[in-house]
Structures are given as structure tokens and as C-alpha cells.
């Protein structure tokens, strides 16, 4: 009687199990599940599953919309499976579509959750400074035709550091309880034809980063003076900031936790590309 009830306890338990996940943005309809076209979260779990043999549902550390890329994107998901690291590393990318694919998995205790356990997150926007076109980096960079100065951009990016209300660098249909933020890190450079913005913050409000780059940009591009976007921030209005930067040449770099998890730390860039 005792086996069986120790082969039940067995049969019973739960395992919390975290991921680092990449995908390529332009082919999945954002992260988030839909009803209508597919998502990278779909693909993941579907494949997730297959290894799993029951259905898996993942929890995110950050959702991104349609055309945002996630080099460093980390999931948590609770499974009865037993299985090794290497086998739901190897299994979950072999069931799954090119352009997702599962760069570590590793067993977390059951306190650890991908989104609230974060402490801050990583960004970085890539715009292709010239006048032609990439072929190659088609749907993956931003191109802005006009000259930018990346040192005007990352002077300017400066005087944002800290904690402010960001109220205009936030989109229309935010759900977040307040504009609150504090931006830790913010750098600007120019790499031949590429100019690369890394930012880093606690949390950000929906598209907080692509306005702050659309902003950043003007100034670059000659257009406002470098002390403009702190005059931005000050007006606390969306129609003070500049546009909305296209979600191509976005990345989310990943998420940053507490060292007790000894969860890989955000992605040092895309590889070594930018």
C-alpha cells in the first residue's frame, strides 16, 4: 500500500521549469497568443508540449508586439514531466518552427516566475543609417535615411536617467497603473552604417522604448537640441515626444533577476552583430 501511494505522490508532482527563448519577430503575430494568426508564444508551447506529452502553458518575463524580436525572452512553465535539461532543450527545438528556438532550460524553485521576479529589462534598437535598403537585414533593422549623430543621441539620453513618470513615452491603451519608471541605463553608438541604442529600466510602459528611440532620433538627426527630451519628459504628454520607431529594429535583450535564481543574464547584443 505504501508503494502505491509513494508511485501516486510521484506520478503528482510538479516541476517548475524555466527557459531562455529567441524568435524572430516578422514571423510570429507578437507574443502573445491569438485567435487569428500565430504567435511565437503558440509555437513555443506547441512544441513545449509535444516533449511534455500534455499541454504546457507558458508564463513571459515581457509580451512584444508583432515585428519585435526577443533574443533573450525567459518563460516559466509548470510540468508533471520528467525530463533532462538537454532533452526539453533538444526536443522543444527540433518540434518547433525555424524561427523560434530554445537557447537554455533549466529547473527554478516554484517562487521563481518570469515576469514578477524580475528586477529590470533589457532592450536594444538597431536603425541602419544610409540611404539604401538591407536586403539581408530586411525585416529585422530600421532604416532612417538622414545622417544621425549617435553622440548628440546619447548625450541627450542621459538627462532621462533616473526615476521619473514617463507619462510621454507611452502609447495609447497602456494598462499600467502608473508612469512611473526608473531608467538605469541608456548608451547610444554608432557602428559604421549602424546606430545601436541599448536601454535598460525596472519595467516599461507599452512602447516606452520605441518612442523614446523616435525621440532620441530627432535629436540626431538635427532636428531639437540635445536638453529637448528632458523638456519632454517634464510636458507629461505623448504629444510632446517624437514617433513611434517601426518594431523591426527592436529586441528584447531579456530580463535581469535576483542572483539566488541563477538565471542567465541577458544576452550581451544580437551575437555579436551590432
Known sequence: MLSFFVLIDALLMTYRIAAGIEYLGCAFHGW?????SLS????LETALSQVADHEITVVCAGRTDTGVHGIGQVVHFDTHAERSDYAWLMGTNTAAVDTISVRWVKQVPSDFHARYSAIARRYRYVILNRTAPSAVFHGRVTQYRRRLDADFMHEAGQ?????????????AGC??????RELQALSVERKGDWVVLEIQANAFLYNMVRILVGTLVK???GDQPVDWPKAVLEAQSREAAGQTMPPNGLYFLGPIYPSHFAIPQPVDGVDGVW
Not at 40 to 43: V, Y
Not at 175 to 180: D, E, I, K, L, W
Request: hydrophobic share 30%; proline share 0%.
Open 219 to 221: 535629436v540626431g538627426a
Open 32 to 36: 502573445q497568443r491569438q485567435s487569428h
Open 175 to 180: 494598462q499600467s497603473n502608473h508612469a512611473r
Open 159 to 171: 538627462t532621462l536617467l533616473g526615476e521619473h513618470d514617463f507619462s510621454s513615452f507611452q502609447s
Open 40 to 43: 511565437a508564444q503558440e509555437a
